[in-house]
Each structure stands twice: as structure tokens, then as C-alpha cells.
């Protein structure tokens, strides 16, 4: 039997007593239920058990619909924080990925297609937060393999401003003792001593300035 299969079969029995209990007359009892459901609801559990507690936001008791509409946006919280870049301190833009992508990604932050560049680069990296929260809860992926995707999107991102002669923003955003930093810096001092003939005091102050 499949894992997923498993796991949402054994979570069932509980999330039927946690609902419970998020309707229950004593407070203490509704939040400790309340910890319970965030417990179940952690990073990386199955997309079917997030669609099952979902059900129970047209709970007939208001009290277990208000709770549950915490509890999964408290798990949204954390998926978010989850599902960033490993070196890179904010999420990159949506622009590397095919057409059809990029514009799927910014209907669904809300955002027109066709508003493209300047201050709207920041949009796109919303426009990508959303992306990523579709591969998440749509198509199933796991964390590790959506941040491995974010990755490859800011390593572009990276190369694209190093190559404008835009460097410094880009280490600005690429977080300390990162490998990546170490390969921009090689890539730079080739660049400069070789192609650009700069001498070694520039290469020394872009480090450790």
C-alpha cells in the first residue's frame, strides 16, 4: 500500500478526534486539540490530508471552522518559510521559467502579464512564491525538491546580474559563507584580472568590503 495511503489512513482516526475537540465546551481542551491539528498539519505531510482538514472549513460548529482556518494558515505560514532558496535571501524572479509558467504563476499572485520589469520584479518573485505554493499543495511535490527548483531559479538570477555588472546586488542577497558566493567571487576575478585587466586591490575589496 502506498506511504501516502498510509499515513492519511492512520491521521484520519485522530483528525476525528482533534475536530472534535475543536468544538468542545472547555477551552483548554479546544486548544490543546488546536496544537494537535498543527502537529498533523506539519511541513511536508501529504497534500490529501491538508485537503481533508480543509473539509472542515464548512463545519456546521463556527468554532471548529474559525480553528481550522488558523491551523491552515498557520501551515501556510510554514510552508512558506519552508519553501525558499537555500543561499539566497529572497525568492527569486519567475522570469527564467518557460512562458507559460510565468504567466500561470502571476494570474495566480494576481498580477497582469504583461506588467513586466522595474518595480514589478517584485511582483515576480511573489508571482514565484505562488508557484511554488502550486507545487506544493497542487501537484504534490515535496519541500526538498521545490527548494532544489528555487535554487536553480536564484542561481539564474545570480548569473544573469553578475553578468549585467551588477554584482554587488547580487552578493548583498547571497547569504554569507555560501558556496555559491565563493564561485561568484572566483568568476569575477577571472573576469576581472583576464578579460578586464583590474588589479588584485579590486578583486580584494569586492571580498571584504
Not at 483548554?28 to 472542515?56: F, I, T
Amino acid at each position: 500500500m502506498d506511504a501516502v495511503v498510509v499515513f492519511v489512513a492512520l491521521s484520519a482516526a485522530p483528525l476525528g478526534s482533534i475536530v472534535k475537540g475543536l468544538g468542545a465546551d472547555e477551552y483548554s481542551v479546544r486548544e490543546r486539540a488546536s496544537r494537535q491539528l498543527d502537529g498533523l498539519l506539519a511541513v511536508g505531510c501529504p497534500r490529501e490530508l491538508v485537503q481533508a482538514v480543509r473539509l472542515h472549513l464548512h463545519h456546521r460548529d463556527l468554532e471548529v471552522r474559525r480553528r481550522v482556518k488558523w491551523a491552515l494558515a498557520r501551515h501556510r505560514a510554514r510552508v512558506r518559510a519552508a519553501l525558499v532558496p537555500t543561499f539566497y535571501r529572497r525568492m527569486p524572479v519567475i522570469d527564467a521559467l518557460p512562458r507559460s509558467i510565468v504567466d500561470e504563476g502571476l494570474t495566480m499572485a494576481g498580477i497582469r502579464p504583461g506588467d513586466r520589469g522595474g518595480p514589478a520584479w517584485d511582483r515576480y518573485r511573489r508571482a514565484t512564491a505562488f508557484y511554488a505554493d502550486k507545487l506544493y499543495y497542487e501537484d504534490g511535490q515535496s519541500p526538498a525538491e521545490i527548494v532544489a527548483f528555487l535554487d536553480k531559479l536564484a542561481w539564474h538570477e545570480v548569473t544573469k546580474l553578475v553578468d549585467a555588472g551588477q554584482e554587488r546586488e547580487a552578493l548583498d542577497n547571497i547569504r554569507p559563507f555560501s558556496a555559491v558566493r565563493l564561485h561568484v567571487y572566483a568568476r569575477l576575478a577571472r573576469r576581472w584580472l583576464k578579460a578586464d585587466g583590474r588589479p588584485w586591490r579590486d578583486v580584494a575589496r569586492l571580498v571584504f568590503d
